[in-house]
């Protein structure tokens, strides 16, 4: 992390990595008061985060390796633990607050900084020490302190609320900050988006370098599913392939379902479009393939309505994606509730599709005896399913392929870079991973990027 007076602030992981300007916390910063004083009675408001503490594991005396709270990285990218924040919604003025660490641990720790280094290192207004946010934040007369409260959609728990000693005195609001943060961080800036490109081309190449040599003798399937994560903003990729190097009958048609799956609702991704759609389409194409390889039977449109496709696919499609995994905002209030039906009730949001979104799109085909068991005594299932053609896969586990992508003003941007074809699969297992994946030309074409 740069701290230098002439320099602007930066944060970097080495020569040859990414050089993310914190100017991309001083913007996130400015979107969320702009949102906040569309209400007149906030503009003496003051937002308050409190950031990740440090501790230790269990009884013991071993930190774990820290990793900063998203909502407080997404607005002050501080890497250190036990801060505080405050940002002044009229102005936008920004006050970081840092512990006050004994003399004796510089012992231990090297030369401790100053709070005008931490003021120049994170490029904001002013620093402070933890010990004086009351008194601090006394001076400015708020009207109202901002808090975050609300529950994640995903993990079900409760985000970090701010809280220090002698916050009762004042004012306090918990609830409107939540909706209007956790909504600007689902809409990525310029300054995100080239983070999230890194570190899906970083995780991509890790992908292909993980690839086994065809070594192995029996055609089973292999499934990486992972992601790097640089500066906190992180990637989601998942990679099938067979083991030995070559795709067996069974496993290529699995596998070309899944891809044509992916496929389509790339071709398919716009602003507009409805993320439960897109679900939908990637159930469509699985069952018709299915269909033709003889495993089911009857009409597409009845298997459909039956939702059939979740015996199949019972995880959603795909996720939003940033400082987060599994990104905010799925099922913010004013937006598309969860759906309740099989499959579609595992959507982790079911948003409609607009610019600056970040998702996954992860179609799979998985054949799970206890999915199986069930839809074969499900009179409403059964009929579509052919017993003995399925009982021929009962021991192929599953397909999954995911990759990030950018939403754009007229269509989406793939962010992975992987292997995908068959082709593709079993060359680079053949030759290694020295090859380029080339961006799909018909994607090329009716695709464009978000800052072309």
Not at 34 to 62: F, M
Not at 365 to 384: G, Q, S
């Given at each position: 992390m740069n701290a230098d007076e002439d320099v602007k602030p930066y944060f970097t992981m080495g020569e040859h990595t990414l050089h993310v300007p914190l100017k991309l916390h001083e913007e996130n910063r400015k979107r969320v008061c702009?949102?906040?004083k569309k209400n007149p009675d906030l503009h003496?408001?003051?937002i308050v985060l409190q950031g990740g503490e440090s501790t230790t594991l269990y009884c013991s005396d071993r930190e774990p390796i820290f990793r900063q709270e998203s909502y407080f990285h997404w607005a002050f990218g501080v890497l250190e633990p036990d801060c505080y924040g405050a940002i002044e919604v009229q102005n936008n003025r920004s006050h970081l607050f840092v512990p006050k660490l004994p003399e004796f641990y510089a012992i231990w720790m090297?030369?401790?900084?100053?709070?005008?280094?931490?003021?120049?290192?994170y490029g904001v207004d002013e620093v402070h020490y933890v010990t004086d946010i009351k008194s601090i934040l006394s001076a400015m007369k708020p009207e109202m302190l901002l808090t975050l409260h609300g529950k994640n959609s995903d993990s079900g728990k409760d985000t970090r609320e701010a809280v220090f000693e002698g916050i009762g005195e004042f004012k306090v609001d918990n609830k409107i900050l939540y909706p209007v943060i956790t909504e600007?961080?689902?809409?990525?800036?310029?300054?995100?988006?080239?983070?999230?490109?890194?570190?899906n081309k970083i995780s991509s190449e890790a992908h292909k370098e993980e690839n086994p040599p065809p070594q192995i003798s029996a055609p089973k399937n292999s499934l990486f599913d992972m992601g790097a994560e640089y500066y906190c903003y992180t990637?989601?990729?998942?990679?099938?392939?067979?083991?030995?190097?070559?795709?067996?009958?069974?496993?290529?048609?699995?596998?070309?379902?899944?891809?044509?799956?992916s496929r389509a609702v790339m071709a398919a991704v716009k602003p507009g479009v409805s993320w439960v759609d897109m679900h939908k389409l990637a159930d469509e194409v699985h069952l018709k393939q299915l269909k033709a390889a003889g495993l089911l039977k009857g009409e597409i449109e009845n298997m459909m309505e039956a939702r059939l496709g979740a015996v199949f696919m019972p995880h959603g499609l795909g996720h939003f994606m940033g400082l987060d995994v599994h990104d905010v905002g799925g099922y913010l209030e004013g937006n598309p509730?969860?759906?309740?039906?099989?499959?579609?009730?595992?959507?982790?949001?079911?948003?409609?599709?607009?610019?600056?979104?970040?998702?996954?799109i992860e179609p799979g085909i998985y054949f799970i005896d206890c999915l199986l068991d069930n839809a074969l005594k499900d009179p409403k299932l059964a009929p579509f399913l052919v017993p003995e053609k399925i009982a021929q896969y009962r021991d192929f586990g599953g397909v999954r392929i995911e990759d990030d992508i950018i939403v754009t003003d007229v269509g989406m941007e793939l962010m992975t870079r992987v292997p995908r074809t068959v082709e593709e699969i079993e060359d680079i297992m053949r030759t290694g991973r020295k090859m380029e994946i080339p961006f799909p030309q018909e994607l090329i074409k009716t695709h464009g990027n978000l800052y072309d």
């Amino acid at each position: 992390m740069n701290a230098d007076e002439d320099v602007k602030p930066y944060f970097t992981m080495g020569e040859h990595t990414l050089h993310v300007p914190l100017k991309l916390h001083e913007e996130n910063r400015k979107r969320v008061c702009q949102e906040l004083k569309k209400n007149p009675d906030l503009h003496h408001s003051i937002i308050v985060l409190q950031g990740g503490e440090s501790t230790t594991l269990y009884c013991s005396d071993r930190e774990p390796i820290f990793r900063q709270e998203s909502y407080f990285h997404w607005a002050f990218g501080v890497l250190e633990p036990d801060c505080y924040g405050a940002i002044e919604v009229q102005n936008n003025r920004s006050h970081l607050f840092v512990p006050k660490l004994p003399e004796f641990y510089a012992i231990w720790m090297g030369r401790l900084h100053s709070l005008e280094y931490f003021r120049k290192r994170y490029g904001v207004d002013e620093v402070h020490y933890v010990t004086d946010i009351k008194s601090i934040l006394s001076a400015m007369k708020p009207e109202m302190l901002l808090t975050l409260h609300g529950k994640n959609s995903d993990s079900g728990k409760d985000t970090r609320e701010a809280v220090f000693e002698g916050i009762g005195e004042f004012k306090v609001d918990n609830k409107i900050l939540y909706p209007v943060i956790t909504e600007c961080r689902v809409f990525k800036t310029s300054y995100e988006l080239d983070v999230l490109r890194y570190i899906n081309k970083i995780s991509s190449e890790a992908h292909k370098e993980e690839n086994p040599p065809p070594q192995i003798s029996a055609p089973k399937n292999s499934l990486f599913d992972m992601g790097a994560e640089y500066y906190c903003y992180t990637s989601d990729i998942t990679c099938s392939f067979p083991a030995n190097g070559k795709f067996t009958d069974k496993q290529k048609l699995i596998y070309e379902a899944v891809y044509n799956s992916s496929r389509a609702v790339m071709a398919a991704v716009k602003p507009g479009v409805s993320w439960v759609d897109m679900h939908k389409l990637a159930d469509e194409v699985h069952l018709k393939q299915l269909k033709a390889a003889g495993l089911l039977k009857g009409e597409i449109e009845n298997m459909m309505e039956a939702r059939l496709g979740a015996v199949f696919m019972p995880h959603g499609l795909g996720h939003f994606m940033g400082l987060d995994v599994h990104d905010v905002g799925g099922y913010l209030e004013g937006n598309p509730e969860r759906p309740n039906e099989a499959g579609l009730k595992s959507l982790r949001t079911a948003r409609v599709l607009a610019p600056g979104m970040v998702l996954t799109i992860e179609p799979g085909i998985y054949f799970i005896d206890c999915l199986l068991d069930n839809a074969l005594k499900d009179p409403k299932l059964a009929p579509f399913l052919v017993p003995e053609k399925i009982a021929q896969y009962r021991d192929f586990g599953g397909v999954r392929i995911e990759d990030d992508i950018i939403v754009t003003d007229v269509g989406m941007e793939l962010m992975t870079r992987v292997p995908r074809t068959v082709e593709e699969i079993e060359d680079i297992m053949r030759t290694g991973r020295k090859m380029e994946i080339p961006f799909p030309q018909e994607l090329i074409k009716t695709h464009g990027n978000l800052y072309d």
